[in-house]
C-alpha cells in the first residue's frame, strides 16, 4: 500500500509483495528502509533485487517503520519512492545541444534539505541551466517536498541521478565543460570568465564541496562575506552563481 505521510511529507510504500512489485516494475525508488534483524523469507529476494538495481538499502529499527506506517502492516520493510521521474547525464547534454547552447548544468554534491535541493532546481531552471544533477547517496531526492519546493520548475528542467559525482565530472570535463565549485577560499566570482560550458557545484549545506570532489573541479568560486555569518544558505549561493553565469552569457551575446 502507498502512503503519504502528512509529517514527513514523502512517498512511502510499505509491505514486502508492494516493494517487490515497485522494484520489478522498475519504479523510481530513493531508498529501501528494512527492520534490523530482518534476514529472513522474501525480505532477502527483496534486498537481493534492490542491490540489483543499486538502490540504497537502510537497517532501520522496527519503531520507526511502525511510526512512518502506523495504520497499515509494514512487514518489516518499506520504500521511498520518487514524486518524478529522473532524467539521465545525456538527457540533460542534449538539451544544450538542441537549444544550440553551451552546456550549463547544476551538480548538487549532498544537498541534504529537501528544501534547499527544491529552490535550487527552481532557481536553476530560472536561470537557464539545462539541468541539475545529483548523487544517489548523502543527497535529498525527488521527494513531494522537493517537488513542492521547485514550484513546478521540475515540469521544465531534468534532474539526472548518479552513483558516484566524481565520475560524472570527469566525462563532462572529456566533453568540454569547466567545472567550478562553491568555495570560500576561491576566486571571486565576479572574476572569473563563465561563459563557455559550465559545471557549477554546490556543497553540501553544512560541509561545503566534498574533498575529492572539489580536486575535480577546475575552478573554485567565492562570494564576499560582509557581514559576521561565516557562510551562506546553500541554495542562496547557487542562486547568485547561477544568475552570474546567467549575466555573463547574455552580456556575450549582445556582443555578438
Aim: glycine share 8%; proline share 4%; net charge neutral.
Amino acid at each position: 500500500m502507498q502512503l503519504n505521510n502528512p509529517q514527513k511529507e514523502t512517498d512511502l510504500i510499505v509491505g514486502r509483495n508492494v516493494v517487490k512489485e515497485a522494484l520489478i516494475s522498475g519504479r523510481e525508488i530513493e531508498y529501501i528502509m528494512v527492520s534490523k534483524g530482518e534476514k529472513k523469507g522474501s525480505i532477502v529476494q527483496i534486498i537481493l533485487l534492490a542491490k540489483k538495481h543499486g538502490i540504497i538499502i537502510k537497517e532501520v529499527d522496527n519503531k520507526k517503520l511502525d511510526f512512518l506506517s502506523p495504520l497499515v502492516p509494514h512487514q518489516g520493510i518499506a520504500a521511498l519512492v520518487s514524486a518524478h521521474k529522473y532524467s539521465t547525464v545525456d538527457d540533460i547534454l542534449n538539451v544544450a545541444v538542441e537549444k544550440n547552447e553551451p552546456a550549463f548544468i547544476i551538480i548538487a554534491d549532498g544537498i541534504e534539505d529537501p528544501h534547499n535541493l527544491g529552490a535550487i532546481i527552481r532557481t536553476a531552471e530560472c536561470a537557464g541551466a539545462h539541468g541539475v544533477i545529483i548523487p544517489k547517496r548523502h543527497s535529498a531526492g525527488l521527494t513531494t517536498t522537493v517537488l513542492k519546493s521547485a514550484a513546478g520548475a521540475l515540469e521544465y528542467i531534468k534532474v539526472a541521478r548518479v552513483t558516484n559525482i566524481s565520475t560524472i565530472i570527469d566525462e563532462l570535463k572529456q566533453k568540454g565543460l569547466w567545472i567550478y565549485c562553491a568555495d570560500m577560499n576561491g576566486t571571486p566570482w565576479h572574476e572569473t570568465n563563465l561563459t563557455g560550458p559550465v559545471g557549477l557545484v554546490i556543497g553540501n549545506e553544512g560541509f561545503g564541496v566534498s574533498k575529492l570532489v572539489k580536486e575535480n573541479c577546475d575552478v573554485m568560486l567565492s562570494l564576499p562575506l560582509c557581514g559576521k555569518i561565516s557562510s551562506l544558505n546553500a541554495s542562496v549561493a547557487a542562486g547568485v552563481l547561477m544568475y552570474e553565469i546567467n549575466r555573463q552569457r547574455h552580456l556575450q551575446n549582445t556582443k555578438i
